[in-house]
């Protein structure tokens, strides 16, 4: 509730219409502010009148919100993270088409899983090599522990030296530290996968991890901060490689990049 009344403080602040701290606390300002809205029945429960108030703002956006009811249901709650996703960018999000994301091969990294993958890359955990990284990461695991070094796959370790090379031109130590994109949650590591089958990319060093603490494995867009705009030319840098984003590609594990091309 309280992040759905900041949102209702923010908007009214913009609108000249609330002056209070945007605190999430319906107090006496943000209820009066509220009820200035003609279309809002002052005879409703203030709860009510809080989500009234949101879905005629996302009206007005041209978000999707269903009726104005004042009841919250899964309409109402995703025309809530568009509204909050344009209050923070100031666009709509991008429609998300993962088909149409078209990701390169020049390095044709192998479909994962086949006959071609163990010819290229062999068996796990069998060509590892130690690199240098362009710029000091922090063991998402412990931050205290810093970096410089991975191991990965002698085959991708070009690939994954020019990416991160990118990586720091573009945004610079600093915005990398902002961007928590040296958070590293690892490369090289011999396990399953999550779901517990098959082999993971990383039993063969060809994945690598990041911000795990804010891209969960089961967190889609609306939640992982790996799928922001912000991260965009992030993306594009492994992209251009080849590499394949889980989050990009199938809206889970957002932490993952991996130089293996999924199944179709
Ligand atoms: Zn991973």
């Known amino acids: 509730m309280k992040k759905r009344i900041r949102a209702v403080q923010q908007i009214l602040q913009e609108m000249g219409l609330y002056n209070g701290q945007i605190d999430g606390i319906a107090g006496p300002i943000t209820r009066k502010a509220i009820q200035t809205n003609q279309e809002i029945d002052p005879a409703l429960p203030m709860t009510r009148q809080i989500t009234a108030f949101i879905q005629i703002e996302a009206k007005k956006r041209g978000i999707d919100a269903g009726p104005v009811d004042g009841l919250w249901g899964p309409r109402t709650s995703a025309a809530f993270d568009e509204l ?39 068996e796990r955990g069998s060509q590892l090599v130690m690199i240098n990284l362009p710029y000091e990461m922090k063991l998402s695991w412990d931050l205290r522990i810093r970096t410089r070094r991975t191991q990965c796959h002698t085959k991708v370790a070009d690939s994954l030296g020019r990416i991160l090379q990118k990586v720091l031109e573009i945004y610079g130590e600093d915005e990398i530290s902002n961007l928590q994109l040296d958070h590293f949650g690892g490369c090289y590591n011999d396990r399953v996968m999550r779901n517990g089958t098959a082999w993971s990319m990383h039993a063969w060093g060809l994945a690598l991890d ?10 889609g867009r609306d939640r992982a901060a790996l799928a922001r705009p912000d991260y965009y030319d992030w993306w594009k840098c492994w992209e251009e490689e080849g590499w394949i984003s889980l989050g990009r590609k199938r809206n889970f594990d957002w ?6 091309r999924l199944p179709e």
């Open 84 to 122: 909050l996703y344009q209050l923070e960018y100031e666009t709509p999000q991008p429609v998300w088409r993962p088909d149409e994301i078209s990701i390169p091969n020049p390095n044709n990294w192998p479909v994962q899983q086949t006959d071609q993958f163990l010819n290229v890359f062999g």
């Open 210 to 219: 990041f911000d795990p603490r804010r891209n969960a494995l089961n967190w």
């Open 255 to 260: 932490m993952h990049v991996q130089a293996a």
